[in-house]
């Protein structure tokens, strides 16, 4: 399975402070997505970063992929309350739909 | 404006009874999905169609029937609810399945409960 599994699976961090998540995957894929999850909400996408590209910035948002060790990385910088949610790695290969993680859940603390 | 909406956005049942969730978007794409998240927050797909087609059938009882009318509908019918089927029920859409760069945008769940 190519499923990307998150780490950790909870993190609790201060406002201001800079979160990481990380994602590793079993196969080779096409591109590699993040999403976010607020409590009781559908998922939002946050960022896609192809297998040819090492790192991607949107916002507050820094992706890096490492394809030689297959995994991801999703950094944010100077963390809000409203950035409280679940994070998601998604990993799509071939014609196949994306096959979500199991997600990391973020606390930020005002 | 909605870009992906589900309806109803809660379900409350008893076991063995027949429902359906409805899955409309507005964004023009080819490829409808329905996911199962389940208490520990894991997502897995259950159906994909690309216009109007069966493309995906993951492993799913065949109690679940999606029907796609059109485009820009996708339905999901349950027969004899079982406990087991409690979750929540997410609709997704994409421009096209596979190849670069398909971002999915998905619905507000249905949050189903089986009594």
């Known amino acids: 399975s190519q499923q990307g599994e998150e780490d950790p699976q909870a993190l609790s961090i201060q406002e201001g402070e800079n979160a990481t998540m990380n994602c590793s995957y079993k196969?080779?894929?096409?591109?590699l997505q993040w999403y976010r999850q607020n409590s009781g909400r559908g998922l939002v996408h946050l960022i896609l970063?192809?297998?040819?590209?090492r790192e991607k910035h949107s916002g507050r948002l820094r992706v890096t992929l490492d394809t030689s060790k297959k995994s991801s990385s999703l950094l944010i910088t100077a963390s809000r309350a409203a950035d409280t949610a679940s994070y998601f790695c998604?990993?799509?290969?071939?014609?196949?739909?994306?096959?979500f993680g199991k997600g990391t859940r973020l606390s930020v603390i005002a | 404006d909605t870009a992906v909406s589900q309806t109803p956005k809660y379900l409350v049942t008893q076991m063995g009874n027949d429902k359906s969730i409805k899955c409309e978007q507005n964004?023009?794409?080819?490829?409808m999905y329905w996911y199962k998240q389940d208490s520990k927050k894991f997502l897995k797909i259950m159906f994909s169609?690309?216009?109007?087609?069966?493309?995906i059938n993951e492993t799913v009882p065949n109690r679940f029937s999606p029907k796609s009318p059109d485009k820009a509908h996708l339905n999901l019918h349950i027969n004899s609810l079982e406990l087991g089927d409690s979750a929540v029920y997410f609709c997704?859409?994409?421009?096209?399945?596979?190849?670069?760069?398909?971002?999915?945008?998905f619905g507000p769940g249905t949050r189903l409960t089986v009594l």
């Open positions: 169609y690309n216009n109007k087609e069966l493309i």
């Open positions: 964004l023009g794409h080819d490829t």
């Open positions: 970063i192809r297998s040819n590209e």
């Open positions: 196969t080779s894929i096409n591109n």
């Open positions: 998604a990993t799509e290969a071939g014609n196949t739909p994306l096959v």
């Open positions: 997704a859409s994409s421009q096209e399945t596979g190849g670069p760069g398909n971002e999915q945008f």
